[in-house]
């Protein structure tokens, strides 16, 4: 066993990051409030069938605003684009829209599936990539790939109708739409000169073997508020000169758009075509469709020859030889300069290109490959392409549908009327702004892991908009997502808050304001999963599907078939978690304030108690631990006091292995309000303290730590056989989320004559169960993955180098707990990588990904993976919390089993951080 921690080294780079240029440009908007992050990326992919947009009588968002009426209809709450930018409030917005003389409509939006349409749910049915982006967007790039063919929406709608939940997707590619590569590479780049003068360069490649004709209209547009509040000043667009636009909004100020080449200047007003909608007439006859109907069908009259409105677009029609490109260059500024497009158009913008290779230069480990570091920075460059400006107001919208609970309104059944005190209104890091243009609350916790390597203090910001009394609740709970704000999501929460700060404190800014506002919100939401999530205050817990969909044998957010209840193995470990990180949080805040002691005594109790009750004695049925099978299950109790275990071999039973934190061992002496009560607790219960105690000597482990677990060395051991099985958990690809035991072996429970059975899908869900657009029932999520390395991370300086299991399961091949960690990761960051065969895991059996040049270095970052051959499935751009493969890469790419095992808790995050500012350590 390895003896003392690692020394520091000097970096062998001569800057550090605090002097290169990206970074100077954070500090300054933290610092001096230079507004470098006011534009950005914050336009949504989707705003048709959304939540916020139903003003339906049945709740039905998809049906009620569709991509059809998109193009014609106004939004009430936000808008969408392609490739988008708007400033941080989305008053004004900036997009691309093409047309190429086949398709039926101008392609002005992305399109995909309803929900009801595909046949794994919603799905984009586009290509598109973020390709770079720095953290205040001073460089950001894209690629969309759009078909010289007509573009077949009819064909992706119709066949997919088609197709059962066990057949495959038909994409795209399926239709020939690419077929002889007869497309456009649609390259876009952002550039900023300054904090608000934005240099736009669009390269139209045409990966074809003839010529081909594209319509390229940039266009320019304001958020409709005007049609919903009767004092709003409307804003107003005007030709400016030949090629130029200005913008005078009177909250924004007035920017303007140049446009190179003096293209031709299109103008309307952003509001719905009534007359095409609903057969009413129309109060001016400029609408939001306008540039659809004067490029596609000629209508002459649709724009306004007056030059002025609310939405326009500079048209380019562009000739594109076979293999060659096309190059159209526009500037937006609050203060344009006398030669926008002169040389030093190009110069700035190559400046901001080597400004971005020098950040993610800095950022990124040396220890990585090439492709290692492709995939680096394309998760980065996803996750922040993925911002989205979110506007929500809970108590005009329930007041429009005639449903706020505290005005007499007659309309019931409304979603999300118990939120009226909501009001959301900010940039928000989302899921997925295609297919989850909203933000979910336990996604938004993982995000923060890989914004922090690159802008903590957005990551900070976005744990504190959760916490916040505009989108809390009263009540302490945390809003899940727009779809119904009072579901369940696990209490990650506190974790990434504790993250976050002792990374902020190891570079020598420990926000304890931060740590303690963030302590107060959790605090609450703590009580609130106390009272409601465990009514009998017996210490298990419930919470429904706590955002693994479908992993269950029931609904777990429904009424049970058999009546009772459910206590849910996962829901009670994610507590036991929150009790552990809420502790390591007032135990920080006892450094200053010894109240706090109170408050991590509190937490320890809780924890105790929760372990305790997951198994009491390891030999009854009505405990959650099986000690015949040495696993976890949920406990499903019935209404006449019996109680059974539904012996699904799940995710649900290796959660418990990430409620694990170690505490160095002067914790006691440094805190003697907490070592008193903690004596008092062990002479009132030491029963339970002796059954708790995670070995046979207590507490105590390699360099005298302290282990607070759920699992005890035996239970660890067991529970890792499975996670570690080939045969069960451990894929080629990472961790599944459902043994593949249940291939073989399903799990059937009966209930009045009907079968509930869950078996081993490794790829697509067959049921609807939420949605049907998601299955926790065999591919590997990211999320839980990262949750089990860092509880294996923590488990290591407790067990240390004598304490190897065998990984794989079988195989004789003993590894540490660090070395299990490791091993995980590594078949994660494979999903993405080139194997030996220079082929992705992540896109399956689709030639041209892992074939054509111009595919194949694009990733795709989706929302989960194939158990057996990694393919990427669900979300294709849910960068989101699949974007921690960047946090993982970085992570291995810095650490070693002696910092981790040597170094005192927080030295590990203190040496990555100095790492990651400073360069390689000497070795």
Not at 242 to 250: K, M, S, V, Y
Not at 534 to 562: E, K, M, Q
Request: proline share 6%; charged share 25%; glycine share 8%.
């Amino acid at each position: 066993m390895m003896k003392g921690g690692p020394t520091m080294a000097r970096s062998t780079r001569p800057k550090d990051l605090s002097e290169c240029t990206e970074q100077k440009r954070l500090n300054d908007a933290r610092e001096q409030g230079i507004p470098w992050k006011k534009w950005g990326p914050y336009l949504s992919e989707r705003q048709w069938g959304t939540v916020r947009e139903d003003y339906s009588a049945s709740g039905d968002a998809w049906d009620y605003f569709t991509h059809d009426q998109a193009r014609s209809r106004a939004y009430r709450w936000g808008e969408d684009g392609i490739g988008g930018i708007s400033d941080d409030r989305q008053r004004l917005c900036f997009a691309l829209a093409l047309w190429n003389e086949r398709d039926p409509i101008l392609k002005e939006r992305l399109f995909g599936l309803t929900n009801s349409q595909g046949n794994h749910g919603e799905d984009v049915k586009e290509y598109y990539f973020y390709v770079d982006s720095t953290p205040t967007h001073s460089y950001m790039k894209s690629i969309y790939k759009y078909p010289q063919r007509e573009f077949p929406y009819g064909d992706l709608i119709e066949t997919n109708g088609r197709r059962s939940r066990e057949e495959m997707e038909y994409e795209l590619l399926d239709t020939g739409a690419f077929a002889e590569d007869r497309y456009f590479d649609v390259v876009l780049e952002y550039a900023k000169d300054g904090p608000e003068d934005l240099l736009v360069r669009v390269t139209v490649h045409n990966r074809g073997p003839e010529a081909a004709r594209v319509h390229l209209l940039p266009t320019l547009w304001f958020r409709n508020t005007w049609s919903w509040d009767e004092c709003g000043e409307k804003p107003l667009l005007a030709e400016a000169g030949a090629g130029t636009i200005r913008a005078d909004h009177p909250e924004l100020g007035a920017y303007t758009l140049a446009c190179d080449g003096k293209p031709e200047l299109l103008f309307t007003e952003n509001e719905s075509n009534a007359e095409r909608l609903w057969g009413q007439p129309n109060p001016s006859p400029y609408v939001k469709d306008a540039f659809h109907r004067y490029v596609v069908d000629g209508e002459t009259g649709a724009v306004n020859p007056a030059k002025t409105g609310t939405k326009a677009a500079a048209r380019y029609i562009l000739d594109v030889p076979a293999g060659g490109s096309q190059v159209v260059r526009l500037r937006l500024a609050a203060a344009l300069p006398r030669d926008p497009f002169g040389k030093a158009f190009d110069e700035s913008l190559a400046a901001r290109i080597a400004d971005a290779d020098e950040f993610y230069g800095k950022i990124t480990p040396p220890s990585l490959t090439e492709d290692e570091r492709r995939v680096h920075r394309q998760a980065l460059a996803g996750m922040l392409w993925s911002k989205q400006f979110y506007l929500f107001d809970l108590d005009r919208w329930l007041m429009e549908h005639d449903a706020h609970p505290l005005l007499g309104s007659q309309a019931g059944g409304v979603r999300n009327a118990e939120w009226f005190h909501m009001f959301n209104g900010d940039v928000i890091s989302m899921p997925d702004k295609w297919e989850y243009p909203w933000y979910a609350a336990w996604d938004l916790a993982f995000h923060t892991l890989p914004l922090a390597l690159v802008d903590f203090d957005f990551a900070k910001e976005q744990l504190l908009l959760m916490l916040r009394s505009l989108y809390a609740h009263p009540n302490g709970q945390i809003p899940a997502y727009e779809w119904n704000f009072s579901d369940v999501n696990p209490p990650v929460h506190a974790w990434a808050t504790l993250f976050l700060y002792q990374v902020e404190r190891n570079l020598g800014r420990g926000d304890v304001q931060f740590l303690e506002r963030s302590f107060q919100g959790l605090l609450l939401n703590f009580n609130w999963w106390l009272n409601r999530k465990d009514p009998d205050g017996r210490n298990v817990f419930a919470g429904g599907f706590l955002g693994l969909d479908n992993i269950g044998v029931f609904d777990r957010s429904s009424p049970l078939p058999t009546g009772g209840s459910l206590e849910q193995a996962d829901g009670t470990a994610w507590m036991a978690f929150f009790c552990q990180n809420m502790l390591e949080i007032a135990l920080i805040l006892a450094e200053e304030d010894p109240i706090y002691q109170e408050h991590a005594y509190r937490f320890f109790q809780h924890f105790i108690w929760i372990s305790y009750a997951m198994d009491r004695r390891g030999e009854h049925h009505d405990e959650m631990w099986d000690e015949g099978d040495g696993f976890y299950y949920d406990l499903l109790r019935l209404p006449d006091g019996s109680a059974t275990r539904l012996k699904v071999r799940s995710m649900v039973g290796l959660l418990p292995l990430c409620a694990s934190t170690v505490f160095e061992g002067d914790l006691l002496e440094r805190f003697p309000r907490l070592r008193e009560l903690i004596a008092l607790f062990r002479k009132r219960h030491p029963e339970v303290l002796a059954h708790v105690a995670p070995t046979e000597e207590g507490f105590i482990g390699y360099a005298n730590r302290r282990l607070m677990s759920v699992l005890n060395r035996q239970k660890l051991e067991r529970v890792l056989g499975y996670l570690l099985d080939e045969n069960e958990f451990l894929g080629p690809y990472g961790i599944r989320s459902l043994s593949r035991y249940h291939r073989d072996h399903p799990f059937v429970f009966h209930v009045a004559g009907r079968a509930y059975d869950v078996s081993y899908l490794p790829a697509e869900s067959n049921t609807g169960m939420f949605g049907g657009n998601s299955n926790w029932r065999g591919p590997v999520w990211m999320p839980v993955n990262v949750l089990l390395i860092r509880g294996l991370l923590n488990l290591y300086p407790f067990y240390g180098d004598d304490f190897k299991v065998e990984c794989p399961t079988g195989s004789g091949n003993r590894m540490t707990l660090f070395e299990v960690a490791r091993e995980i990761s590594r078949r994660l960051a494979a999903t993405f990588l080139r194997d030996e065969s220079g082929r992705r895991p992540v896109y399956g059996g689709t030639e041209k990904f892992q074939t054509d040049p111009h595919w194949r270095d694009l990733i795709l970052f989706y929302e989960y993976f194939h158990g057996d051959n990694g393919a990427g499935l669900g979300a294709s751009h849910q960068t989101g919390w699949t974007g921690t493969m960047a946090r993982l890469m970085d992570l291995f790419g810095r650490l070693d089993a002696e910092t981790v095992l040597g170094a005192p808790k927080g030295r590990v995050l203190s040496k990555l951080v100095r790492e990651q500012v400073n360069g390689t350590p000497e070795k």
